[in-house]
């Protein structure tokens, strides 16, 4: 059954977020009207059904979409939401930041598999980003296990439910909020995508189903980052009763996607150096966190 | 067989000093062809002695087989009776010194009947070769003496035989340089035999029994010992061109390749550090101080070479250079063995026969190349590798042999003298670890070297045939393989050899 | 037969195998199957005598077969755990490599392979040698011939000047080295109560010293260190590596960075755990080889982003994971004494990664060897999309990559995945640890960016080569080496139970017996997922199988949803925005690729020229002799000589006014000697 959570979450409450986001809040800001909540998966549908042009025979290019939305389930899987995650006993923090790894991964082959110099671009892009996104999602997940003496999620998610909140998880709390905003690709952070100069990068060759299952990984992520939030810095109600505990993970999750879409409907894009030097100071910030949790804060 | 087996290392001895002297004076005669198949013949006769000589020895290391042969009656002095004066005998030491030299003065010989020939276009040679061939198997004799000398007053004889025949030797092309070179050396290692017989001088003066015998210096009183000991040991610089005496050497590179190569890996530099170590062998008691001057000129002469050999483009004279410092190796190993490291001076006895091999082959090597460009100017040399892989071959063995670099002889010579000089600790530890950067200095260096005459794009072109040279091919080749095997036979022998204590 | 003497016998084929294939040199292809048959032989019969001490888990020892009596020395030959190990990866590369070079060496059309073929029949025999004696003089003796054999091979394009200078660079760093190593052991053996160079003899002798001068056991260990961190590559030493491994035949740098830095490792733990007792010593070099590692790793792998040649950016790699290595080996050192079961772990992971490097780093080599032979070039920049035209070695690449980028499912994760947990855990004793992860961490997302690179651009995208370039796969007996390879890695990636098992004979071996707690409370019980126990509880968790089942499922889903909407598939030409561009025009090259990440770190690896001597011409003066001294001197009494000469002038009446003189000053001296007639 915590399969079907799992991957019921990801799956379909990814999009809908996706939804809710654009019509809550961006048509708010911009003051329209918006589409329905579900036009997300209008979308989904619409672009499985549509042609799939190929510019370059490359197997990389074939699969390398498949493989992103599978290692972005499978770390769904390795994810608590509200309740133990179905693989939490075969696979632990580390396990869980090279599965998402995978996914930019597979972006970033996309990219180089096209050859076209836009894609090229963005899956350099994209490599550079996750090179200093990456640490932070480490680093924050260290502090926790360090704290809670146990590399495994769930672990951790208990004994900040126990013991918390603590200084050091509570900067680390904020730290991988900072980052959540690159990690699930919204502004001022879409730099490898960056519709408007590189016309989406990496996937600037792809349409139909690949796309699709692209942007359905990436909706999927948008959960499974937030729930890493939500269910071991924020570790309120995991004690509820079974309905009431995954409510109240979903809750939250809703709560900091909304948040992620109202910084990204503010602010314009920044460059990829910018980006840089910004998350270098996020990991300055967050290694701290972890000096604070090793002496016991 | 029995009659063969019945032979005893002793009745070898007058023969084998006999055969190269006999080969020397048919050589007199002889000319071109017949007197280069008259020398190897001779060589090959002294060998072969040499073999049997060592192989009855081996049975039985520990003894010393003695052949008086004649006193002198006027020197009899007034209680003892007159000494003995002529006296051959083998024992390890000798069987060690024994095998670098007739070994390498028989590849010598081989090597020459091609090296001095029409063809070498350094110094085509066409006539001469009966004086040359007199005179170098009359330095193997004498060296063979050297080594079979049963007292210093029969060693200062053949000693100074040897400095006769190099003079002769170095001088051999006759132009201006060599002349110049050979008597210089001739001078220098004379001054140094003044030495030698003060030395001697003083040993008869103050004994009454046996004054000449290799214990004698024991029998000294301390002070007496001491300062023998450094007439001894002045000589032995002067022979073995340590500092301040080492300048004959690079000078003496005037003469033909493989009497440079006698000359430094097995015969006259090496009577010097023989002397030494067959004092050291023998005597008893001596002092802290000796041992630590000879130490520090040692030390001395190979941090200076170390220095002179950066800058230095004559291949030659890089190996002539190398001799010294490691002629300073051994004799830092008599010094560690003077205060009381077996280790130490048996890696020292190992490395006159290590470097023999390693330093002979070097300069077979750099003879051979000589011998196809005529130049042995490093700058003006590259890419000889292709065209001549066996000198490519024997250069890098040798160095790699007298750098130390395992499984090659050379490596476990210095190793002894390393752990022997750790081992006493203090002075010697400071002494051990900068032979090790030397090391570190010179195996850079050659290897520099080696990469810079061998890699890359050829600077000649080859103008003869391949296999002209296979007497100068063989003798590398021999001399490669010993560089591996000798320490199999020197190992055991020198285990053989006593410190005294 | 002993199982012993089949080690032995591998060597005595090896030696026989270099007079052979010398022997047939000129049949450049025979003599390249000749020495692969001597390998493949030598190398099972080795790989079986491991096997054995692995799965028994009793060292071999054989009889003594030659003896240095002036140094208490004998050469015997045993096997351990540890030295198993190290001899299967070797057999393994071994018989890959060799393969490998088969057709691959015909391509040196001008290089006689007497300098090849022989030369690596012995680097194999020394590398053997190496890791089965238990003395420390016959190490060194290996050691150094193993130098000795490599330096031959990475100088083998001795045209190339590129090849001269890293081999230069090479012999000598590491001839350095082995001094520093030759010094240490001496001072060891110098103060052992038993004199010989035997380990335990040796490590008695620190244990003498350890009580009565601390310092110099920290200088020995401290040599110990440099010897064997300049063999293994670790920077700040091992600036040696980025040069030479790039310029061997490629084969080799297979074998140079699959097993013959590694060795560097296992002299570390034979120092460590072999010649010093455990004591504070071991935890503080732990925690300075720790450090040491995550330098290289760090340096290393960012510069390696910077790469454009193939090989060299593989050869800054085998920096970055030596450092891995070092960081897990150094954990372990460090927590011996404090936390057995985390050192334990962070020992055998270190081991793992060993093993992992080997496989998938030769791999590398070999597809980057393939690359070379079918293009002719290590420039990135110049050939690219290789996949068009040599699928297999293509796929291989990618695996290797992934394998060493440390995706899950392949064994660089797994032996990462200990690192970094007992790294972690390890951190909750000496925090230092924590932060040493942090940055092994965020590399390994590094090492994923430019191995994306080099399977990036030089495999994947559109065909980039010119148009010598025969379009086809390289032969198969080069393909086969990489497919082995390829699938080892996956193989230990699935089931890492299995290496661990056989790792921690090897591991618990090192150590004092009854030292390290037994394997099923360390790792768990099931053979499929490893569940780390370090603190009572399960504290990590991987099980491959599990997770990689979902993988699939979940990839099947996703295949299924794709097919779903029934799309057709069209080709269609390239889209740039609508503008015309021939490919060459647009193509993007690899040095643009991560410009701005590599602007950080363009400073991080100074390439240091090597300073000219000047000529002191002052000094050279002083120490000719002839010149000040002998010279002048000799005109001196030349002068002296003239002087007395000038006297002898030839005129009779200057004669006897000599005599003259001469009976009065005769006269004089006898008249005040005598005091009278």
Same mark, same amino acid.
């Given at each position: 059954?915590?399969?079907?959570?799992?991957?019921?979450?990801?799956?379909?409450?990814?999009?809908?977020?996706?939804?809710?986001?654009?019509?809550?809040?961006?048509?708010?800001?911009?003051?329209?009207?918006?589409?329905?909540?579900?036009?997300?998966?209008?979308?989904?549908?619409?672009?499985?059904?549509?042609?799939?042009? @190929?510019?370059?025979?490359?197997?990389?290019? @074939?699969?390398?979409?498949?493989?992103?939305?599978?290692?972005?389930?499978?770390?769904?899987?390795?994810?608590?939401?509200?309740?133990?995650?179905?693989?939490? @006993?075969?696979?632990?923090?580390?396990?869980?930041?090279?599965?998402?790894?995978?996914?930019?991964?597979?972006?970033?082959?996309?990219?180089?598999?096209?050859?076209?110099?836009?894609?090229?671009?963005?899956?350099?892009?994209?490599?550079?980003?996750?090179?200093?996104?990456?640490?932070?999602?480490?680093?924050?997940?260290?502090?926790?296990?360090?704290?809670?003496?146990?590399?495994?999620?769930?672990?951790?998610?208990?004994?900040?439910?126990?013991?918390?909140?603590?200084?050091?998880?509570?900067?680390?709390?904020?730290?991988?909020?900072?980052?959540?905003?690159?990690?699930?690709?919204?502004?001022?952070?879409?730099?490898?995508?960056?519709?408007?100069?590189?016309?989406?990068?990496?996937?600037?060759?792809?349409?139909?189903?690949?796309?699709?299952?692209?942007?359905?990984?990436?909706?999927?992520?948008?959960?499974?980052?937030?729930?890493?939030?939500?269910?071991?810095?924020?570790?309120?109600?995991?004690?509820?009763?079974?309905?009431?505990?995954?409510?109240?993970?979903?809750?939250?999750?809703?709560?900091?996607?909304?948040?992620?879409?109202?910084?990204?409907?503010?602010?314009?894009?920044?460059?990829?150096? @910018?980006?840089?030097?910004?998350?270098?100071?996020?990991?300055?910030?967050?290694?701290?966190?972890?000096?604070?949790?090793?002496?016991?804060? | 067989?029995?009659?063969?087996?019945?032979?005893?290392?002793?009745?070898?001895?007058?023969?084998?000093?006999?055969?190269?002297?006999?080969?020397?004076?048919? #050589?007199?005669?002889?000319?071109?062809?017949?007197?280069?198949?008259?020398?190897?013949?001779?060589?090959?006769?002294?060998?072969?002695?040499?073999?049997?000589?060592?192989?009855?020895?081996?049975?039985?290391?520990?003894?010393?087989?003695?052949?008086?042969?004649?006193?002198?009656?006027?020197?009899?002095?007034?209680?003892?009776?007159?000494?003995?004066?002529?006296?051959?005998?083998?024992?390890?030491?000798?069987?060690?010194?024994?095998?670098?030299?007739?070994?390498?003065?028989?590849?010598?010989?081989?090597?020459?009947?091609?090296?001095?020939?029409?063809?070498?276009?350094?110094?085509?040679?066409?006539?001469?070769?009966?004086?040359?061939?007199?005179?170098?198997?009359?330095?193997?004799?004498?060296?063979?003496?050297?080594?079979?000398?049963?007292?210093?007053?029969?060693?200062?004889?053949?000693?100074?035989?040897?400095?006769? #025949?190099?003079?002769?030797?170095?001088?051999?092309?006759?132009?201006?340089?060599?002349?110049?070179?050979?008597?210089?050396?001739?001078?220098?290692?004379?001054?140094?035999?003044?030495?030698?017989?003060?030395?001697?001088?003083?040993?008869?003066?103050?004994?009454?029994?046996?004054?000449?015998?290799?214990?004698?210096?024991?029998?000294?009183?301390?002070?007496?010992?001491?300062?023998?000991?450094?007439?001894?040991?002045?000589?032995?610089?002067?022979?073995?061109?340590?500092?301040?005496?080492?300048?004959?050497?690079?000078?003496?590179?005037?003469?033909?390749?493989?009497?440079?190569?006698?000359?430094?890996?097995?015969?006259?530099?090496?009577?010097?550090?023989?002397?030494?170590?067959?004092?050291?062998?023998?005597?008893?008691?001596?002092?802290?101080?000796?041992?630590?001057?000879?130490?520090?000129?040692?030390?001395?002469?190979?941090?200076?070479?170390?220095?002179?050999?950066?800058?230095?483009?004559?291949?030659?004279?890089?190996?002539?250079?190398?001799?010294?410092?490691?002629?300073?190796?051994?004799?830092?190993? #008599?010094?560690?063995?003077?205060?009381?490291?077996?280790?130490?001076?048996?890696?020292?006895?190992?490395?006159?026969?290590?470097?023999?091999?390693?330093?002979?082959?070097?300069?077979?090597?750099?003879?051979?190349?000589?011998?196809?460009?005529?130049?042995?100017?490093?700058?003006?040399?590259?890419?000889?590798?292709?065209?001549?892989?066996?000198?490519?071959?024997?250069?890098?063995?040798?160095?790699?042999?007298?750098?130390?670099?395992?499984?090659?002889?050379?490596?476990?010579?210095?190793?002894?003298?390393?752990?022997?000089?750790?081992?006493?600790?203090?002075?010697?530890?400071?002494?051990?670890?900068?032979?090790?950067?030397?090391?570190?200095?010179?195996?850079?260096?050659?290897?520099?070297?080696?990469?810079?005459?061998?890699?890359?794009?050829?600077?000649?072109?080859?103008?003869?045939?391949?296999?002209?040279?296979?007497?100068?091919?063989?003798?590398?080749?021999?001399?490669?393989?010993? #560089?591996?095997?000798?320490?199999?036979?020197?190992?055991?022998?020198?285990?053989?050899?006593?410190?005294?204590? | 037969?002993?199982?012993?003497?089949?080690?032995?016998?591998?060597?005595?084929?090896?030696?026989?195998?270099?007079?052979?294939?010398?022997?047939?040199?000129?049949?450049?292809?025979?003599?390249?199957?000749?020495?692969?048959?001597?390998?493949?032989?030598?190398?099972?019969?080795?790989?079986?005598?491991?096997?054995?001490?692995?799965?028994?888990?009793?060292?071999?020892?054989? $009889?003594?077969?030659?003896? *240095?009596?002036?140094?208490?020395?004998?050469?015997?030959?045993?096997?351990?755990?540890?030295?198993?190990?190290?001899?299967? *990866?070797?057999?393994?590369?071994?018989?890959?490599?060799?393969?490998?070079?088969?057709?691959?060496?015909?391509?040196?059309?001008?290089?006689?392979?007497?300098?090849?073929?022989?030369?690596?029949?012995?680097?194999?025999?020394?590398?053997?040698?190496?890791?089965?004696?238990?003395?420390?003089?016959?190490?060194?003796?290996?050691?150094?011939?193993?130098?000795?054999?490599?330096?031959?091979?990475?100088? +083998?394009?001795?045209?190339?000047?590129?090849?001269?200078?890293?081999?230069?660079?090479?012999?000598?760093?590491?001839?350095?080295?082995?001094?520093?190593?030759?010094?240490?052991?001496?001072?060891?053996?110098?103060? !052992?109560?038993?004199?010989?160079?035997?380990?335990?003899?040796?490590?008695?002798?620190?244990?003498?010293?350890?009580?009565?001068?601390?310092?110099?056991?920290?200088?020995?260990?401290?040599?110990?260190?440099?010897?064997?961190?300049?063999?293994?590559?670790?920077?700040?030493?091992?600036?040696?590596?980025?040069?030479?491994?790039?310029?061997? =035949?490629?084969?080799?740098? !297979?074998?140079?960075?699959?097993?013959?830095?590694?060795?560097?490792?296992?002299?570390?733990?034979?120092?460590?755990?072999?010649?010093?007792?455990?004591?504070?010593?071991?935890?503080?070099?732990?925690?300075?080889?720790?450090?040491?590692?995550?330098?290289?790793?760090?340096?290393?792998?960012?510069?390696?982003? &910077?790469?454009?040649?193939?090989?060299?950016?593989?050869?800054?790699?085998?920096?970055?994971?030596?450092?891995?290595?070092?960081?897990?080996?150094?954990?372990?050192?460090?927590?011996?004494?404090?936390?057995? $079961?985390?050192?334990?772990?962070?020992?055998?992971?270190?081991?793992?990664?060993?093993?992992?490097?080997?496989?998938?780093?030769?791999?590398?080599?070999?597809?980057?060897?393939?690359?070379?032979?079918?293009?002719?070039?290590?420039?990135?920049?110049?050939?690219?999309?290789?996949?068009?035209?040599? =699928?297999?070695?293509?796929? !291989?690449? *990618?695996?290797?990559?992934?394998?060493?980028?440390?995706?899950?499912?392949?064994?660089?994760?797994?032996?990462?995945?200990?690192?970094?947990?007992?790294?972690?855990?390890?951190?909750?004793?000496?925090?230092?640890?924590?932060?040493?992860?942090?940055?092994?961490?965020?590399?390994?997302?590094?090492?994923?960016?430019?191995?994306?690179? +080099?399977?990036?651009?030089?495999?994947?995208?559109?065909?980039?080569?010119?148009?010598?370039?025969?379009?086809?796969?390289? =032969?198969?007996?080069?393909?086969?080496?990489?497919?082995?390879?390829?699938?080892?890695?996956?193989?230990?990636?699935?089931?890492?139970?299995?290496?661990?098992?056989?790792?921690?004979?090897?591991?618990?071996?090192?150590?004092?017996?009854?030292?390290?707690?037994?394997?099923?409370?360390?790792?768990?019980?099931?053979?499929?997922?490893?569940?780390?126990?370090?603190?009572?509880?399960?504290?990590?968790?991987?099980?491959?199988?599990?997770?990689?089942?979902?993988?699939?499922?979940?990839?099947?889903?996703?295949?299924?949803?794709?097919?779903?909407?029934?799309?057709?598939?069209?080709?269609?030409?390239?889209?740039?925005?609508?503008?015309?561009?021939?490919?060459?025009?647009?193509?993007?090259?690899?040095?643009?690729?991560?410009?701005? +990440?590599?602007?950080?770190?363009?400073?991080?690896?100074?390439?240091?020229?090597?300073?000219?001597?000047?000529?002191?011409?002052?000094?050279?003066?002083?120490?000719?002799?002839?010149?000040?001294?002998?010279?002048?001197?000799?005109?001196?009494?030349?002068?002296?000589?003239?002087?007395?000469?000038?006297?002898?002038?030839?005129?009779? &009446?200057?004669?006897?006014?000599?005599?003259?003189?001469?009976?009065?000053?005769?006269?004089?001296?006898? +008249?005040?000697?005598?005091?009278?007639?």
């Amino acid at each position: 059954m915590t399969f079907a959570i799992n991957l019921g979450l990801a799956l379909l409450i990814g999009p809908l977020l996706a939804g809710i986001v654009r019509k809550v809040v961006r048509a708010r800001v911009h003051s329209r009207q918006g589409p329905p909540i579900t036009q997300p998966f209008y979308d989904l549908l619409k672009l499985l059904g549509k042609e799939d042009l @190929q510019s370059v025979p490359s197997l990389v290019v @074939q699969y390398a979409p498949l493989v992103a939305f599978a290692s972005v389930l499978v770390a769904a899987l390795l994810t608590p939401m509200g309740m133990r995650a179905p693989l939490g @006993q075969y696979g632990d923090m580390i396990v869980f930041a090279y599965f998402v790894t995978i996914a930019a991964v597979a972006v970033v082959m996309t990219g180089l598999a096209c050859a076209s110099p836009y894609s090229m671009i963005g899956a350099g892009r994209e490599i550079m980003m996750h090179l200093v996104v990456e640490p932070v999602l480490i680093i924050c997940l260290i502090t926790a296990a360090i704290k809670a003496g146990s590399l495994l999620m769930w672990d951790m998610a208990a004994w900040n439910y126990l013991n918390g909140p603590a200084p050091s998880m509570v900067v680390t709390a904020v730290v991988l909020f900072l980052a959540l905003q690159a990690q699930v690709g919204k502004l001022p952070f879409d730099i490898p995508e960056a519709d408007q100069e590189i016309m989406g990068g990496p996937f600037i060759e792809l349409s139909g189903p690949k796309l699709a299952m692209f942007q359905w990984a990436f909706f999927a992520r948008q959960v499974v980052y937030a729930s890493v939030l939500a269910v071991i810095f924020i570790p309120w109600g995991l004690g509820f009763a079974f309905p009431w505990n995954v409510g109240a993970h979903l809750l939250k999750v809703i709560v900091l996607i909304v948040l992620v879409g109202v910084i990204d409907v503010v602010n314009p894009r920044l460059r990829i150096d @910018q980006a840089m030097s910004y998350f270098f100071w996020v990991i300055f910030v967050a290694i701290v966190a972890m000096a604070l949790a090793l002496i016991g804060v | 067989m029995t009659a063969l087996a019945e032979i005893s290392a002793r009745d070898l001895l007058v023969p084998l000093v006999a055969a190269p002297l006999i080969g020397a004076l048919l #050589c007199v005669f002889l000319k071109r062809r017949a007197s280069d198949y008259v020398a190897a013949i001779f060589a090959v006769i002294t060998l072969v002695l040499a073999a049997g000589a060592i192989g009855n020895l081996f049975t039985d290391l520990d003894t010393t087989h003695r052949l008086p042969l004649g006193w002198l009656a006027n020197l009899a002095g007034e209680s003892g009776p007159a000494p003995l004066v002529f006296e051959l005998s083998i024992d390890a030491l000798s069987a060690l010194m024994l095998f670098v030299v007739t070994v390498i003065g028989f590849l010598v010989v081989i090597y020459s009947s091609e090296y001095l020939s029409p063809r070498n276009v350094e110094h085509p040679v066409t006539n001469g070769k009966g004086r040359y061939y007199a005179w170098l198997l009359f330095f193997v004799g004498a060296m063979v003496g050297i080594a079979l000398a049963g007292n210093f007053f029969q060693l200062f004889i053949f000693w100074e035989i040897t400095t006769l #025949c190099s003079w002769a030797l170095i001088s051999y092309y006759q132009d201006e340089a060599s002349l110049r070179a050979g008597f210089k050396a001739l001078i220098m290692t004379a001054v140094g035999g003044l030495f030698f017989l003060l030395a001697l001088v003083l040993m008869y003066l103050n004994l009454d029994t046996d004054p000449f015998a290799f214990d004698a210096l024991g029998r000294l009183a301390p002070g007496l010992r001491s300062l023998v000991f450094v007439f001894l040991l002045i000589a032995a610089w002067a022979k073995a061109a340590q500092f301040p005496f080492f300048t004959w050497l690079p000078d003496a590179m005037a003469a033909p390749t493989p009497i440079s190569c006698y000359l430094h890996a097995a015969a006259m530099v090496k009577a010097g550090v023989y002397l030494i170590a067959r004092v050291v062998s023998a005597s008893y008691g001596l002092s802290y101080g000796v041992g630590l001057l000879s130490g520090i000129m040692a030390l001395a002469t190979i941090l200076i070479v170390v220095f002179l050999f950066l800058f230095q483009d004559d291949l030659k004279k890089i190996l002539a250079l190398s001799t010294i410092s490691h002629l300073g190796y051994i004799l830092i190993a #008599c010094a560690l063995g003077v205060w009381g490291s077996a280790t130490a001076f048996q890696g020292g006895l190992l490395h006159i026969a290590a470097h023999g091999c390693g330093k002979g082959l070097l300069f077979l090597s750099v003879g051979m190349i000589t011998y196809f460009t005529g130049t042995r100017r490093i700058s003006e040399l590259s890419g000889l590798g292709a065209r001549l892989p066996i000198v490519a071959l024997g250069f890098f063995v040798g160095a790699f042999t007298v750098t130390g670099v395992p499984p090659l002889a050379g490596f476990w010579s210095k190793f002894l003298i390393l752990t022997g000089g750790l081992e006493l600790g203090g002075f010697g530890a400071v002494i051990a670890i900068l032979l090790l950067v030397e090391s570190m200095i010179a195996f850079g260096f050659f290897l520099w070297v080696g990469q810079r005459v061998f890699f890359g794009a050829p600077s000649f072109d080859m103008p003869q045939g391949k296999g002209v040279a296979w007497p100068m091919t063989t003798a590398i080749i021999i001399l490669a393989v010993l #560089c591996l095997a000798v320490t199999l036979f020197a190992l055991p022998v020198i285990q053989h050899i006593p410190l005294g204590m | 037969m002993a199982v012993i003497d089949l080690l032995i016998g591998a060597l005595i084929l090896l030696t026989v195998g270099a007079a052979v294939t010398a022997l047939l040199a000129k049949w450049r292809a025979v003599c390249g199957y000749v020495a692969f048959l001597f390998v493949a032989v030598a190398s099972v019969w080795v790989g079986v005598a491991a096997f054995h001490v692995l799965s028994t888990g009793s060292p071999l020892s054989g $009889a003594p077969v030659l003896t *240095i009596a002036p140094l208490n020395s004998s050469l015997v030959f045993t096997v351990d755990g540890l030295s198993a190990v190290f001899l299967l *990866i070797t057999s393994l590369v071994a018989v890959c490599a060799t393969l490998f070079s088969v057709r691959y060496m015909l391509v040196y059309k001008h290089h006689s392979l007497i300098r090849y073929y022989p030369i690596l029949l012995l680097f194999f025999a020394s590398v053997i040698s190496v890791v089965s004696v238990r003395n420390m003089l016959f190490f060194l003796v290996f050691w150094e011939f193993m130098t000795l054999a490599s330096y031959v091979l990475v100088v +083998f394009e001795t045209d190339n000047p590129e090849a001269r200078r890293a081999g230069l660079q090479y012999f000598i760093a590491t001839h350095i080295a082995s001094g520093c190593i030759l010094l240490a052991t001496i001072l060891l053996y110098t103060y !052992a109560p038993v004199k010989s160079f035997e380990f335990g003899a040796l490590l008695e002798g620190t244990r003498v010293l350890m009580t009565t001068s601390p310092a110099l056991v920290h200088l020995i260990l401290g040599l110990f260190v440099i010897g064997f961190a300049t063999k293994a590559g670790i920077l700040p030493f091992g600036f040696w590596l980025p040069q030479a491994h790039p310029v061997a =035949p490629s084969p080799f740098s !297979a074998v140079l960075s699959g097993c013959m830095v590694k060795l560097g490792v296992y002299g570390l733990l034979v120092v460590f755990t072999s010649l010093t007792p455990l004591s504070h010593f071991t935890t503080v070099w732990g925690v300075w080889l720790a450090a040491l590692g995550t330098i290289s790793v760090f340096v290393a792998s960012l510069t390696a982003l &910077q790469q454009t040649d193939s090989k060299r950016l593989l050869a800054f790699s085998t920096i970055g994971q030596m450092g891995y290595i070092w960081l897990g080996i150094g954990t372990g050192l460090a927590l011996l004494r404090i936390s057995p $079961a985390v050192a334990v772990v962070a020992l055998m992971a270190g081991l793992f990664h060993v093993v992992n490097h080997a496989c998938f780093k030769s791999l590398l080599f070999l597809n980057a060897g393939a690359a070379l032979y079918r293009t002719g070039t290590r420039d990135m920049d110049k050939a690219g999309g290789l996949m068009r035209i040599m =699928p297999v070695t293509a796929a !291989a690449a *990618i695996v290797g990559s992934l394998a060493i980028a440390g995706v899950p499912g392949l064994n660089g994760f797994a032996s990462k995945w200990l690192i970094f947990t007992s790294g972690i855990v390890g951190g909750l004793e000496i925090p230092l640890f924590v932060f040493l992860v942090v940055v092994a961490i965020f590399i390994s997302a590094v090492t994923l960016a430019y191995y994306m690179k +080099f399977v990036g651009i030089l495999f994947l995208g559109k065909l980039h080569v010119g148009p010598e370039v025969e379009r086809r796969e390289v =032969p198969v007996s080069m393909v086969v080496p990489q497919v082995f390879m390829g699938i080892l890695c996956v193989a230990f990636g699935v089931l890492p139970m299995l290496a661990l098992k056989y790792l921690y004979v090897a591991a618990s071996g090192i150590l004092p017996p009854g030292y390290s707690p037994p394997f099923a409370s360390l790792f768990g019980n099931s053979a499929l997922a490893v569940r780390l126990g370090l603190s009572g509880v399960h504290s990590a968790a991987w099980g491959p199988l599990a997770i990689l089942v979902a993988f699939a499922g979940c990839l099947v889903l996703g295949y299924l949803i794709s097919r779903m909407g029934g799309a057709q598939t069209r080709e269609v030409p390239m889209w740039l925005c609508g503008e015309e561009h021939d490919f060459a025009e647009v193509r993007y090259p690899a040095h643009s690729f991560l410009l701005t +990440f590599n602007e950080y770190f363009a400073k991080l690896y100074p390439s240091i020229p090597v300073p000219r001597l000047p000529r002191p011409a002052a000094i050279l003066r002083l120490f000719d002799i002839d010149r000040w001294f002998y010279s002048p001197g000799l005109r001196w009494g030349e002068r002296i000589i003239r002087a007395i000469s000038a006297t002898h002038a030839g005129y009779p &009446q200057l004669y006897m006014l000599w005599m003259i003189v001469g009976a009065a000053l005769a006269v004089i001296v006898l +008249f005040s000697m005598g005091g009278g007639l």
